[in-house]
């Protein structure tokens, strides 16, 4: 997994980043392992959580087990009637649910990409609006660590790993 940021090489050297996205990660948190992990729900943690999967659906989660915290959702398109993708999601921090809307790059789910590639535009929608008491800044880097996890689709079988997630928020 990458994390691209505009204008940020990996050497910190900003002179060179006119030439575009260069991998930028810090020592410190090329040492952190994240946590989420893409996984199937299970029956206990679809009650658990009140999410609405049917019990044995086999459907797919980003999880931090450790801090109990989750992100479910994906990215919704509507061909027929034109619409920009966007990255429909429900965070779980702190005992806290938030429903977040995110504008995507139309072609970032081109499925030539290799490496698969997903970019992040900007937030568009998050409710509670005050959060529920949580900081904004611990929200965007929780939904950055969930949405690096998650990958292109959050499937353990797409290769989510190898995914380049591009954040412009």
Not at 15 to 35: D, L, N, T, V
Not at 159 to 166: K, L, Q
Request: net charge negative; glycine share 8%; proline share 5%.
């Amino acid at each position: 997994m990458q994390l691209l940021i505009p204008g940020r090489p990996r050497d910190g050297n900003c002179a060179i980043a006119a030439q575009g996205f260069r991998p930028f990660c810090s020592k410190a948190f090329e040492e952190i392992q994240m946590a989420f992990v893409n996984e199937v729900v299970s029956d206990d943690d679809i009650a658990k959580y009140n999410l609405p999967f049917k019990p044995g659906d086999g459907r797919y989660w980003t999880r931090d087990k450790e801090r109990d915290f989750y992100l479910w959702g994906g990215i919704v398109e509507n061909f027929a009637r034109d619409y920009e993708p966007e990255g429909r999601f429900w965070l779980l921090i702190r005992e806290t649910l938030l429903d977040i809307s995110l504008n995507v790059l139309n072609n970032s789910r081109v499925v030539k990409n290799n490496p698969p590639m997903i970019v992040w535009q900007e937030v568009s929608h998050i409710q509670p609006s005050d959060l529920g008491g949580l900081d904004i800044n611990e929200v965007r880097y929780v939904l950055k660590e969930a949405l690096m996890a998650f990958g292109r689709d959050g499937e353990q079988g797409q290769n989510s790993s190898e995914s380049v997630v591009i954040f412009h928020f």
